[in-house]
């Protein structure tokens, strides 16, 4: 202040020095000084003040036009992948950046107070939005309900096993508890890949960080287990959620890991059922020489027994298989290799084991029976055949094993498919199966499908012949099949009848130049 004081006398003395014998000049300066100059500066003043005031008003009515704008529509942005997003209350989706600035402005123009800041207003807006980042949004009650509703059933048993795996998904986009390890069965490989694909698609970020299909020496600590229904292995139970909700779920993760504070502290503190705590944390409480006693235990038997028909040798090969048939009953992969096990096992029962035969003597298991009988019946009746693509359905080979056992007057152990499709991928891994369903470049000497086909339709033609001729469907000459082999019975047991579809595809393969508009044989299929 002393210095502005100081230079203001100085120029005033140099003026009034300039201008001392000038007296005109000098009533100018003395009237410019005490009567202009402070009119002057008043209105500078008063134009500051308004200026300061209006740049306030404008400034405050721009943030509250933010703030409203920024509430009323949600929307986000992932730097990740350059891409916006907006949330409606219920679904969230991909938004493109010339539609929000179309929003932006347009709210902008309706406020004629802001226009004159629209550019400003619209910087700022699309600035806070995309310091908006998805991975913090805080979904709406009825969006999280919507993503466990198609979770739970399609994919995941229950509520609670879908909300762990929320978290975990969570977990990793947020790059949390990264030393964890969660396995998933294989079942659900392709559903975790497919997501993991979308995910990076869309936000730039992985879930599968954690997740695995195998054990591979991990430590048991750090090991969850999520179950999955077995339905995800076919696509059908999940492509439509992935193609139409990914992002709710992925944003329903994201929240519900920092709701919960990481998938670990979810399942040890939030969830309230027991026995789903129990099997995510089985790997992590399981003491190993326990649990093979628990196996050795429940599997196997020691006592003396008189029935010829029970196995009293068990091979190293089936304990494997039982082994299998253990961990599944738990919901749990093979966290041991077969090697170490194996040594276990031999010392645990060394008065059992037999190098020589590999094999566990004078012990039986009440699993073996039903096992042993159906690779009997495989190793009698079903012959490889790699030149000539043929297949049986699994349901097939249930329906020809009950066969085969009632003509060897045995007492049929029924099995389920998927018990069937364990055995054969066990004791024959070379065998191919496509789909869990068919069992690809076998034949089976109980019974020629291409036979039976091939005689109703001798027997057909022989109806044909009798009369006027007209066009047969491809569908009746199937339903004359089903009809011939419904009436015949095998082995005191039903005829076994192909399905539709096998029955189409033979007659296409062997009759094509016979067959008009995919439907009809025409009359000279008859002469063949």
């Given amino acids: 202040m002393d210095l502005l004081k100081t230079t203001l006398y100085a120029s005033i003395d140099d003026l009034l020095l300039k201008y001392k014998d000038d007296e005109y000049i000098k009533q100018k300066l003395e009237n410019y000084i005490c009567n202009q100059l402070p009119n002057i500066l008043n209105n500078l003043k008063a134009n500051q003040i308004e200026r300061k005031n209006r740049i306030e008003e404008m400034t405050n009515e721009k943030e509250q036009f933010i703030q409203q704008f920024l509430h009323n529509n949600q929307y986000f942005f992932m730097s990740n992948t350059n891409t916006f997003f907006m949330y409606d209350g219920l679904h969230y989706q991909i938004f493109s950046e010339d539609d929000i600035l179309h929003h932006v402005l347009s709210s902008i123009s309706k406020d004629r107070y802001l226009m004159s800041w629209k550019h400003k207003t619209k910087v700022n807006v699309m600035k806070k939005i995309k310091d908006n980042s998805l991975l913090t949004t805080i979904p709406e009650s009825e969006t999280i309900q919507f993503v466990l509703t198609h979770l739970v059933g399609n994919i995941f048993p229950n509520k609670e096993t879908a909300k762990y795996f929320l978290c975990v998904v969570g977990d990793s986009l947020l790059k949390k508890n990264s030393h964890l390890i969660h396995y998933v069965s294989n079942n659900g490989k392709n559903f975790i890949k497919c997501l993991d694909n979308v995910a990076n698609l869309l936000i730039g970020g992985h ?57 670990d502290n979810y399942i040890n503190n939030h969830c309230n059922n027991n026995n789903i705590r129990q099997n995510i944390l089985f790997v992590k409480n399981t003491v190993l020489t326990d649990l093979i006693q628990e196996f050795i235990e429940n599997y196997f038997d020691k006592t003396e027994v008189k029935d010829d028909s029970i196995i009293k040798q068990i091979s190293w090969k089936d304990v494997q298989y039982l082994w299998k048939l253990f961990l599944d009953s738990k919901n749990c992969p093979s966290i041991i290799f077969m090697n170490n096990l194996k040594n276990i096992m031999t010392t645990q029962l060394s008065h059992h084991y037999d190098d020589n035969q590999d094999s566990f003597l ?72 496509v789909d869990d369903k068919f069992v690809m470049n076998v034949n089976c000497s109980i019974w020629d499908k291409k036979f039976d086909i091939e005689k109703s339709l001798v027997e057909l033609k022989h109806e044909l012949n009798q009369k006027e001729y007209n066009p047969i469907s491809i569908y009746d000459a199937y ?28 007659i296409f393969e062997q009759y094509s130049e016979y067959i008009q508009d995919n439907k009809w044989l025409i009359e000279d299929w008859l002469y063949t």
């Fill in 207 to 263: 879930i599968s960080n954690t997740m695995k299909y195998k054990y591979y020496d991990h430590s048991y600590d750090n090991f969850r287990i999520v179950q999955m229904n077995d339905t995800v292995k076919q696509e059908s139970s999940w492509m439509y959620i992935l193609k139409t909700y990914t992002l709710d779920i992925l944003c329903v993760s994201c929240h519900y890991s920092q709701r919960f504070h990481g998938s």
């Fill in 362 to 433: 004078n012990l039986s298991s009440k699993y073996l029976p039903s096992i042993q009988q159906f690779l009997k019946f495989w190793d009698s009746s079903i012959i490889l055949n790699e030149d000539e693509e043929d297949h049986f359905e699994i349901d097939e080979l249930i329906s020809m094993f009950k066969s085969w056992a009632l003509a060897e007057n045995e007492i049929h152990n029924s099995l389920t498919e998927q018990q069937i499709v364990d055995i054969i991928q066990h004791f024959y891994p070379n065998i191919e199966i």
């Fill in 479 to 506: 339903t004359h099949y089903c009809k011939l082999n419904t009436s015949s019975v095998a082995n005191n047991f039903p005829k076994l009848i192909v399905h539709k579809s096998y029955f189409e595809k033979y």
